[in-house]
């Protein structure tokens, strides 16, 4: 007689060892990244330090031979441009493809050629582009094709953020809230062993000590928790206006005439003044928020620290030059939480010992605001700050900026980043364009769906709702309502046949639920 064993599945060992693969790979390439951009911003800090006009002309003329090799770079492959997290999301949702040695190392050198010299901004957008291309490479390697590829590539970036920031556990649900809006445990665990895989080797190379290592000695009381009522109402104020003129900017640049890849040189000359005046709060701004940790600034130079982060961060970035937000997000979000805090005190509304809780909440508030991934805000704060004691005040503040920003009208900034790329591309393929107005009824399946959440045939633009007298503007996280009228951008030859489909697609979702 045969005793029959059962056959173990090793579907999900398979995709945790191909996952922790690709976090090794990326790990040692985004610790040679974050160096590589420390050693050009100590340097650059150091020259500004002690600036004369024969230093200054030879700054000034290799910002203009830098600006102009990433310039090259942005023309040879306009993809690696900006965060690069877009188009990490346009490639997981099927929109966008790239060739991934191309991205690789033209993002690897333009990112250190645009970040090092001192410019507002981040590495972690960069580092999860170029993870989600060491997951592609992988994958193509093992030939592996549909959902198992884009895993890897998904898995890839979840180590690229890792990476960046020694932030495993953050970086695992930033792809799944943010970038791939898909919670299937294939997805969660090969990004989770793919994360853990490129921290190792960045805990290695950069040592244990959390990125933004801020201590605070006392938790806030609940009495003082109407703090972050107003803190969170000034947060997602100011992160709509952040959304708003980062998606201006582009209109802004048109107006210098140069072609999009020869922007950066602006902010390339612009930076240097920065420099001179104050080195330090040059870069992404991680050191400036450390910075805190030893002396929290007056009110006025708090004041001028935030007009110019704002305002330089907002031209470095809408330069289109290879570089991220998301650290840039986090410091202006500190410099809030310092300008309330301090302004409390001033005023006695706050004992002094709670302004550093307010900076390091504050972080988080902006991100979830601006980002609206509210999760990822709390705990990649709570590990980059490395303390895990304090999740209440965080998640109440994120939560009140995520709500003002939503009733603003703010959609999450990088889906937006995503329209506008992909937006003229679905325009382009529907010939003659033709409107198709679709009302949705109480207790149809689209009901209470967000925008995101329901696959709209190919060829098909959803441009507004009208709701009553009001005409809204869709974007992801826009929820369908009964009485709505959806209107779409169509082929006027595939009328019939996409309001059909969308019949049928809304059918199969009622069978489902």
Known sequence: MHSHLPKI????????????????????????????????LAFMQSVYAQPTPMRLLLVAGGSVGLALVVAYLLHAEPNISGSGIPQVEGQLQGELEFHWWSILWKKFVAGILSIGPGLFLGREGPSIQLGAAVGQGVAEGLHRHGSDRRILIASGSAAGLAAAFNAPIAGTLFVLEEVYHNFSPLVWITSLASALGADFISLNVFGEVPVLHLTYTRSMPVALYWHLLLLGILLGVLGYAYQRVLLAMPQLYAKTHLPRYLQGVVPFLL????????????GGGNGMIIGFGKLVPSLGILLAIFATRFVFSMISYGSGLPGGIFLPILSLGAVIGAIY?????????????????????????????IGKAPFTAILLITEMVGNLTHLMPMAVLALVAYVVVDLLGGAPIYESLLRRMTVPKQIEAIHRMDRL???????SPLEGLQVRDFSWPKQTLLIGINRGEDQVIPHGDTVIRAGDTLVLLTDAAKRAQVRQQIHRLAAKLARRG
């Open 341 to 369: 805090a301090v302004f409390m005190v001033q005023i006695g509304w706050l004992p002094p010992v709670y302004v550093m809780n307010l900076i390091i909440f504050s972080m988080a508030g902006y991100f979830a605001g």
């Open 437 to 443: 107005e679709l009302p949705v009824f109480a207790g």
């Open 9 to 40: 599945d090793t579907t999900r060992l398979k995709f945790v060892i191909q996952g922790l693969g690709v976090g090794l790979l990326t790990g040692v390439v985004i610790s040679l990244f974050r160096l590589s951009i420390e050693k050009i």
């Open 271 to 282: 930076v240097i003044p920065i420099g001179v005046m104050a080195p330090g709060i040059l």
